[in-house]
């Protein structure tokens, strides 16, 4: 048996066995720790932890590692529940065209945006696209990342949408952590049916779904509800038919206007809301009184240049919230949650411990992994991470831009 002791840590994060599947707002700012710990595991499962004296010492020495943690903190690993690291290309003019004045909703009606992305990932057969993605998702590993979701919405058509979803297939088998994979069909109108809504919507429903479910390519669905993009009734009818199909909802809302897609993504038994930069009284509402949890992905806000979600306004409302970098090439080109967890507190003013909630159990929720991902408990196997020597857990948001996970142990 393989065994791994993990002695001398200056602070054990997220460790318990009583921590909640969800942490709820006013929740948040509590961060269970135990300072000079140990942690031990077996076969990769957590089979001991607890404060460095109480720790009776070894018994068998036979295939032990042994890693001292002095001046190091060991916490769960980042659990990044909203990502499109499926693409083709990087979209840096796009940035130089929002330099110079345009905005992402008026790069994206000239052709730009997700269209730009879809006519460069029909161009890259499955195996360059899978290429691609799994040296990112490599990346997002060696950052911290130790459960992530993907989604499609860069194809668009029938065989790009299956393209992308197989290659999320094949990361799922070999990246080496779990990933869920989520049906954005309903990211953008190809330019061909901007006239025609009812018709790219019967595609999504009569012929991508059918094909999707029959290989078991999507763990979730999600739909860009926004104004130029899905309608709260497009975006219901579709919701509708992934449901026959039992995927539940994920969605895009409220990133640039209020149009009551939460109350209808709540309604139609949403996991998750995501974005939120723009957010009403009602929606605050709908969200308390229900069990869907609010991402927020301050990098996209960040990059973008676009408003801030109201952290604060969620979390007194008691609700829970989750942190995503949102990886993609338009509007997030890192999916390093260091950098997120640095905006939360900095743009959201979020608490080192509040972010972290967000990043760990409530990450791991807002994915359905919540039985396996996000603290640290007797009996898990879940990735962990180990910082470099460090002052305080709150150093590694408050040294933005450096990077002080030194290891992920998986
Ligand atoms: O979450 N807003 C919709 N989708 C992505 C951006 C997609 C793109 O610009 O490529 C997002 O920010
Ligand atoms: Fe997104």
Redesign the pocket.
Known sequence: MKKLLIKNIKGLLQVGESIPSVVKGQQMKELPMIENAFLALEDKQVVAYGAMEDWGGIEDWRDLEIIDATGKYVLPAFCDS?T?TV?AKS?EE?FVDRINGLS?EEI?LKGG??L??ARKLAALSENELYEDALKRVQQLIAYGTGALEIKS??GLSVEAELKMLRVIKRLKETAGISIKATF?GA??FPTEFKENHTAYIDLIIQEMLPKIAAENLADYIDV?C?RN?FSVEEMERILLAGAKFGLTPKV?VN?FSVLGGIQKAIELGALSV??LEEISDEDIQALKNSSCIATL?PS?SHF?SIPFGNARALMNADIPVALAS?F?????PTGNLSVVWSLACIKLKMTPEEALNALTVNGAYAMGLSETHGKIALGRQSPILLTKEIPSIAYIPYAFGDQLIEQIIL
């Open positions: 909203h499109h693409f979209r796009e992402y994206a945006g997700i730009n992305s919405g860069y954005l990211h953008a860009f926004e993009y895009h990133q995501d974005h992905l996209c973008i949102d993609n090439p338009g509007t997030t």
